[in-house]
């Protein structure tokens, strides 16, 4: 399966982004999808992940209640909707996805997009 991820920009603080990864190739449904971002000098974090019948979903508690994360497996999509940005949100993010139960590690996750750039002004 190959992942291109979409959506970042430039926002004020406060603003909303969604951020879209669209999948080819392999059946999508048999995937868990994650999205992580990592920040200038920082290293790669989790920021939400979503079951493969998006039922289930799992947030870092630093995204937890402004962001959604959602999923259209006839679209081969996951979306990442994104509320009351705030600078520390600054980052690229990556969506990836699994062949398993989904988790918030890093490593476990087999495919990656490229990444979209999020850049929030104070």
């Known amino acids: 399966v190959?992942?291109?991820?979409?959506?970042?920009?430039?926002?004020?603080?406060?603003?909303?982004?969604r951020l879209t990864c669209l999948a080819s190739g392999r059946t999508?449904?048999?995937?868990?999808?994650?999205?992580?971002?990592?920040?200038?000098?920082?290293e790669r974090e989790f920021v939400s992940t979503i079951t493969r019948s998006g039922r289930t979903t799992y947030y870092a508690d630093s995204v937890k209640g402004r962001f959604t994360i959602s999923r259209d497996n006839a679209k081969n999509m996951v979306n990442l909707q994104m509320n009351s940005l705030k600078p520390e949100d600054t980052a690229v993010y990556y969506c990836a996805v699994r062949d398993g139960v989904v988790t918030n590690k890093t490593d476990a996750y087999d495919r990656w997009g490229q990444g979209t750039l999020v850049t929030v002004s104070s």
């Open 28 to 42: 999508f449904s048999n995937y868990g999808v994650g999205w992580f971002r990592q920040a200038p000098g920082k």
């Open 2 to 17: 190959q992942l291109q991820a979409s959506g970042g920009g430039l926002v004020q603080a406060g603003g909303s982004l």
